[in-house]
C-alpha cells in the first residue's frame, strides 16, 4: 500500500514547473497592467472632472505678476478658493504646452468658468481692461484731472509742472494744450498717465498731419500748429456739427482781411482759472496774449482740445459772406455780413447777459 501511495506522488516535470511560473507571471503582470489602466482611467475621470467642473470665482480680480509660473497661478488660485487643488491646472498645460506661455496682468474669471477656460483666459492674455475719456473742448488741466482721478491709472506725473510732463514725453519746450487728442483710451493695469498722454499725443499728431494734408490751399494758414489753434477756437464756440465750417468761413474771412478774430473763448482762457463764468466789458479790454478783442491774428497756443470735425473744418473752411457771428443762447449762432446787422443780432440775443460790474 505504502509503495503505491509513494508512486502517485511522482514529481512535477522541471519544464512544467518552469511553464507554470511563467503563467503565473504573465498573469500578475497583467494584473498590474489592468490595475494601472484602471488607476489611469480613473484619474484621467477625475483630472477631466476637475477641469471643466463649473467654478464659482466670484467678481474678485486676481493679477499675475511678470515672471509668475504657471504653478505659483495655480498655488494663488488654490489660495484664493477658486480650485480645489493644482495638479489637473498643471498637468493640463504641460501635456498642452502652454506652460510657459501665461501673461502678466489683472484678470477677473466669471461665474461658470472652468479650468481649461482660466487656462485659455490667462494664455491669450484676456485681461481687464480699464478706459479714460478726454472730451472735446477740454483743456489740459482738465486733462490732468481726469488722469489723477481715474482709480485704476497709476499717475506718475502728479506734481509735475505742464513743461516737465512735455519733457517726460519727449517733446520739452512744446506748450502742451490742445496737443492730446479728446477720445477714449483703454489701458490695463500698470499702465501710467504718461502712457496715456503719449498715445494721445501721437494719435493728435497722426490726425492733424492728415487733415494738414487734405486742406484747402488757400487758407490764411502756414502751419499744422496754427490750423490746431483755429480749430481749438472753433471747439469752443459752437457744439453744433452743422455750424462749424461756417465758424472756421468767418475767422478764415477775418484773418484775410487782417480784423481781429474778436472770440470770446480765447479771452476765457486768457483769464485763466480765475473765469467765474461771467464775461464782462472789462475782461474784453484787458490785453493778455489770448485777448484777440486786443490783439490781432491767432493765439500763441490752442486753447482746448479739438475734436476731428473740428480741425477739419479749420483747414476747409465753408466758403461764406460773413464776417460776424453772435451766440443765440441754444446753442447755434446767428451769422452776419455787416458790422450793422451783427450789432443788432448782440442786441437781440446777447447784450442782456454780460454785465458791466
Known amino acids: 500500500m505504502a509503495a503505491t501511495i509513494g508512486q502517485g506522488r511522482r514529481a512535477m516535470p522541471s519544464s ?8 503565473s507571471a504573465v498573469l500578475a ?8 489602466a484602471i488607476l489611469a482611467a480613473a484619474l484621467a475621470l477625475y483630472v477631466r472632472h476637475s477641469l471643466t467642473r463649473p467654478l464659482q470665482p466670484g467678481d474678485d480680480l486676481f493679477t499675475i505678476e511678470r515672471g509668475q509660473s504657471l504653478q505659483g497661478v495655480a498655488r494663488m488660485l488654490k489660495r484664493e478658493g477658486v480650485i480645489d487643488e493644482v495638479y489637473s491646472l498643471r498637468l493640463y498645460a504641460r501635456l498642452s504646452g502652454v506652460s510657459g506661455q501665461i501673461k502678466a496682468g489683472q484678470y477677473r474669471f ?11 483666459k490667462i494664455v491669450a492674455g484676456d485681461v481687464v481692461r480699464y478706459r479714460i475719456q478726454f472730451i472735446e473742448g477740454w483743456n489740459f488741466r482738465q486733462v490732468r484731472e481726469a488722469l489723477y482721478t481715474h482709480p485704476e491709472l497709476d499717475s506718475t506725473t502728479r506734481g509735475q509742472s505742464d513743461a516737465e510732463i512735455m519733457a517726460a514725453l519727449g517733446r520739452p519746450g512744446e506748450h502742451p494744450e490742445g496737443r492730446f487728442f479728446p477720445d477714449s483710451y483703454d489701458f490695463i493695469a500698470g499702465d501710467t498717465d504718461l502712457d496715456i498722454l503719449a498715445r494721445a499725443y501721437q494719435t493728435m499728431t497722426s490726425v492733424l498731419q492728415s487733415a494738414w494734408e487734405e486742406r484747402d490751399e488757400d487758407i490764411p494758414l502756414e502751419t499744422p500748429y496754427e490750423a490746431l489753434i483755429l480749430a481749438s477756437i472753433i471747439e469752443k464756440e459752437t457744439g453744433q456739427r452743422g455750424e462749424r465750417d461756417t465758424i472756421s468761413g468767418v475767422f478764415t474771412n ?22 467765474d463764468g461771467n464775461l464782462r466789458r472789462r475782461d474784453l479790454e484787458t490785453d493778455t496774449p489770448y485777448n484777440t478783442y486786443t490783439r490781432s491774428g491767432l493765439p500763441p497756443t490752442p ?9 477739419m473744418a479749420a483747414v476747409r473752411p465753408r466758403e461764406t459772406p460773413y464776417l460776424y457771428f453772435v451766440s443765440r443762447g441754444d446753442g447755434s449762432h446767428q451769422f452776419s455780413r455787416s458790422l450793422e446787422e451783427h450789432n443788432a443780432a448782440v442786441r437781440k440775443f446777447q447784450l442782456k447777459r454780460r454785465s458791466d460790474g
Do not use: C, H, K, W
Open 16 to 23: 512544467m514547473r518552469r511553464t507554470q511560473r511563467g503563467f
Open 29 to 36: 503582470l497583467l494584473s498590474l497592467i489592468v490595475l494601472a
Open 110 to 120: 466669471e461665474d461658470g468658468i472652468d479650468q481649461v477656460g482660466i487656462l485659455e
Open 254 to 275: 477775418r484773418l484775410r482781411r487782417n480784423m481781429r478774430l474778436q472770440t470770446d473763448p480765447t479771452v476765457i482762457y486768457g483769464v485763466g482759472e480765475e473765469f
Open 303 to 311: 486753447i482746448a482740445m479739438p475734436g476731428r470735425e473740428s480741425i
